[in-house]
């Protein structure tokens, strides 16, 4: 027996037929409906950016953080084209093409962080949050002991709400900061919904599903990654906004 496996030689048919495709998108569609309703009831800010007023630093630092996840997950989501060529051709082509699309959107946020008075040098000089650094490393375990899947569940994940969420945040944003001012976000957000991404994504998910197991864990992944985005926005929330108000508290004890 050839020893040698992992190529991607054997082409079998998807384990999901297009309508079987189609089904179990749908049902991931609504599960996620469900976690971004628990997101809103649970998470501190959930809904900042939809509202007339902005923190102006945890915008900022906001910013920061999402250029931040787009430079570090860009490198482990590149490593993650190799683990799937070795399942599908098909799915790594899609995979590919993504992430090319995707790769360089640092540099719109840079664009506005810069026109809200951040400069590439502050950038630099601030670490990335812990919850951040757990996200990366996530992926990484996921690479090395369960597979692609994961990665992929993210990036539909992250690609759905976007095109979901973002229209109604960006229109919010266009008068709260200025349009002139959000002018890579609203790029960045065209280029999610006219390209298509949650399908492009979804057409290499469906390559990579093998079995009735593989959707269990795909529905698993959802809600570990949702866990890991929560903590980031409870850690911004208490750096920015906690600890300015304790700041504040702290303050005007001094004048009692």
Not at 69 to 83: D, F, M, P, Q, T
Not at 221 to 246: G, R, T
Request: proline share 3%.
């Amino acid at each position: 027996m050839n020893r040698c496996q992992n190529t991607g030689l054997i082409r079998k048919k998807p384990f999901l037929n297009p309508i079987a495709s189609a089904n179990l998108r749908q049902e991931i569609d609504n599960l996620i409906d469900l976690q971004i309703d628990k997101w809103e009831q649970t998470v501190p800010f959930a809904t900042h950016f939809e509202g007339e007023l902005i923190n102006q630093r945890y915008y900022q630092r906001h910013l920061i953080e999402t250029v931040w996840r787009i430079r570090l997950l860009r490198v482990v989501e590149s490593k993650a084209i190799a683990e799937i060529a070795k399942q599908s051709p098909e799915a790594a082509q899609i995979w590919a093409n993504y992430e090319m699309e995707e790769m360089l959107h640092d540099e719109l946020f840079i664009q506005d962080l810069e026109k809200s008075g951040v400069s590439r040098e502050e950038l630099l000089n601030t670490e990335p949050y812990l919850s951040t650094k757990l996200l990366v490393g996530f992926f990484s375990y996921l690479l090395d002991h369960e597979g692609p899947l994961g990665v992929l569940a993210y990036s539909y994940l992250v690609e759905y709400v976007n095109v979901k969420m973002e229209p109604k945040k960006i229109d919010a944003m266009k008068k709260s900061i200025g349009v002139t001012q959000i002018g890579g976000q609203i790029a960045h957000s065209y280029t999610d919904t006219n390209d298509d991404h949650p399908g492009e994504v979804w057409n290499a998910i469906r390559y990579i599903i093998k079995n009735e197991q593989d959707i269990a864990n795909l529905k698993k992944y959802l809600q570990e990654q949702q866990k890991i985005l929560a903590m980031y926005f409870h850690e911004i929330y208490a750096d920015i906004v906690e600890s300015a108000q304790n700041k504040l508290v702290a303050a005007s004890g001094k004048y009692e």
